[in-house]
């Protein structure tokens, strides 16, 4: 077995598992004399999942319910032996309960696989009692669960430390026989715990003229109207449970200073879906720098962690304490002359700055208007700070995009590039500079949540048009991402429960999505089109707290290129404060 991120080759699962296993720190404590046994799935590989917080952060919890022992299972190449746990080694299928932790619509696919070696029918409505409860949680059964709702008994709609304390008392009485044999009493009971979606208790009925078209959702006697989501208070704090060398984040052992984002781009689900902005408990934070091992390294998470009141004082802290450190998600307006020495003392080569356009229009647009002499200023003094290499991110096909934006973004990085090599040349050395381009994809509860995905031929030429102007660049590295991935993950990202037939034909029959949408009766495009404000939309069954009219207005603003404020304390512009 090839491991994507360490160059091995394991062609035995358990030898593969045992390595895993070695590297681990921090490993938690389980109950031996646990009434119930569970296992958490991420729908991918090994190295990804244990890069995810929110996967980490959920197996702590339920090995802290005091009642239940649980094992992790992750996407496998070598499935002779069907779907193993990592602790274990043993079966899916076995367990008493089955989690799976949804971050990434692209992994779909892998549930269907994981459920197909596992030996476990796909949909909920076609298992019976001698089948483990299998449930999801992770930020996609918040966004929009709906493309996977039916595969899944219930779905935990919203953060873990919010709804698992009343999961946990629900289910605390049964042992694995009255667990099995009471299941669908269970299921029901679970229903009625605010933020926990059973999928089987609500009919979503489609306009039988147009195609993909939500009429109405027909829902059972005694269960909610709409899921509401449920949100963690102020006193969390969440950091990896383990750390490994064999994670993408190699011995990075994440803590997680802040949740939510006050910005509001307009094209980002993470910074409405986990709303309101709360800052992590300072002491804690601090305490758990003080707790690391000598080869772990801290990395801070958040969506803005340089918007983090706090976060000068924990990067003073970890350089006092000699803890290296690493950051996320860092805005160009926080990087003065102060942050950047902090950051420099850490010894850190690589900064990663989210520009998205070139275009002031679009910047506009998208509610990041962040001028582009400001973004010369800060690479430049970036670079003179010793930090050699950067890595930019922007988009494509976002809407209303003309050549013009695009010959704006192109004029931008010939300019970044031009101030890169001039800045480095004060340090007698030159790093890398990197951009990256990915299509727009439009996400539900966002303003631009209507969109389209862009017709794929156009994406295409226009990121031919951008990478054939900027090659002849010394010094500067292009990357373009697949259309071809924006695609599938369009498809899903507002994807509706006739998306789910869609992808188990495709995965049934090894087939594109387009042909098995084709084979089904369906048109592909009637899933990424541009929808009507005034369409009920299937992942209109959650109460995220954000109202629609506020999205509506977030809306209407994106087309005439107004921006709004921030967020800012006492805000009550969303809905949800």
Request: hydrophobic residues 40%; contains cysteine.
């Amino acid at each position: 077995m090839k491991n994507i991120f360490n160059n091995i080759n394991i062609n035995n699962i358990n030898k593969l598992y045992d390595l895993y296993l070695k590297s681990e720190q921090n490993r938690l404590i389980k109950r031996k004399d646990a009434s119930l046994n569970a296992v958490i799935v991420f729908p991918n590989y090994y190295g990804v999942a244990m890069s995810n917080l929110g996967f980490l952060r959920a197996y702590e919890l339920i090995n802290q319910s005091g009642f239940i022992s649980c094992d992790r299972a992750f996407l496998q190449d070598d499935t002779s032996k069907g779907i193993i746990s990592l602790e274990t080694g043993k079966r899916l299928q076995t367990y008493d309960l089955i989690f799976f932790s949804l971050s990434y619509e692209n992994d779909f696919y892998n549930i269907l696989s994981i459920l197909d070696a596992g030996q476990i029918p796909f949909l909920s409505a076609d298992r019976d009692k001698t089948f483990p409860l299998i449930m999801a949680g992770g930020v996609i059964a918040f966004l929009n669960p709906e493309p996977v709702a039916p595969i899944f008994d219930m779905l935990f709609v919203g953060e873990a430390e919010a709804i698992f304390p009343d999961f946990f008392k629900n289910i605390e009485k049964h042992n694995r026989i009255s667990l099995k044999k009471n299941k669908n009493e269970i299921i029901e009971d679970c229903g009625k715990i605010s933020g926990i979606y059973v999928p089987a208790a609500y009919q979503f009925i489609f306009d039988a003229k147009k195609v993909n078209v939500l009429k109405e959702i027909k829902i059972l006697p005694r269960f909610p109207e709409k899921i509401k989501r449920r949100w963690a208070g102020k006193d969390f704090i969440s950091s990896s449970a383990i750390t490994t060398k064999f994670s993408e984040l190699s011995n990075i052992n994440m803590i997680e200073i802040e949740r939510g984002c006050k910005r509001g781009c307009r094209f980002c689900s993470a910074g409405y879906i986990y709303l309101p902005l709360r800052e992590s408990k300072p002491d804690d934070v601090l305490k758990t720098i003080e707790s690391l091992n000598e080869n772990e390294k801290a990395g801070f998470v958040g969506l803005g962690t340089m918007d983090s009141k706090n976060i000068r004082r924990f990067m003073e802290f970890s350089l006092n304490s000699k803890k290296p450190f690493s950051l996320s998600s860092i805005r160009f307006d926080c990087l003065d002359e102060n942050n950047l020495n902090l950051i420099k003392e850490t010894g850190l080569k690589t900064i990663t700055l989210g520009i998205e356009t070139g275009s002031s229009r679009l910047k506009r647009l998208i509610n990041k208007d962040i001028k582009n002499e400001e973004i010369i200023i800060v690479l430049k003094n970036i670079i003179e700070k010793g930090i050699m290499n950067i890595k930019s991110y922007f988009m494509v096909g976002l809407p209303c995009e003309e050549k013009q934006d695009l010959d704006e973004t192109i004029n931008l990085i010939k300019t970044m590039q031009k101030e890169f090599v001039s800045s480095s040349k004060i340090n007698k050395r030159i790093g890398s500079l990197t951009v990256s381009f990915s299509p727009f994809v439009p996400k539900a509860w966002t303003p631009l949540q209507w969109e389209n995905l862009e017709d794929l031929t156009i994406l295409r030429h226009k990121m031919d048009y951008i990478s054939n102007s900027l090659k002849h660049l010394p010094n500067l590295n292009i990357k373009i991402n697949q259309v071809k991935s924006a695609y599938i993950e369009a498809f899903f990202a507002r994807g509706s429960r006739l998306s789910l037939d869609i992808l188990i034909n495709s995965h049934k029959n090894k087939i594109s999505l387009k042909k098995a949408a084709k084979s089904s009766g369906f048109n592909i495009n009637d899933f990424i089109r541009k929808f009507n404000t005034n369409e009920l939309l299937p992942w209109e069954i959650i109460d995220q707290g954000v109202t629609k009219k506020y999205l509506l207005k977030e809306y209407k603003n994106s087309t005439l290129f107004k921006t709004t404020p921030q967020c800012f304390e006492g805000c009550k512009r969303c809905g949800v404060c």
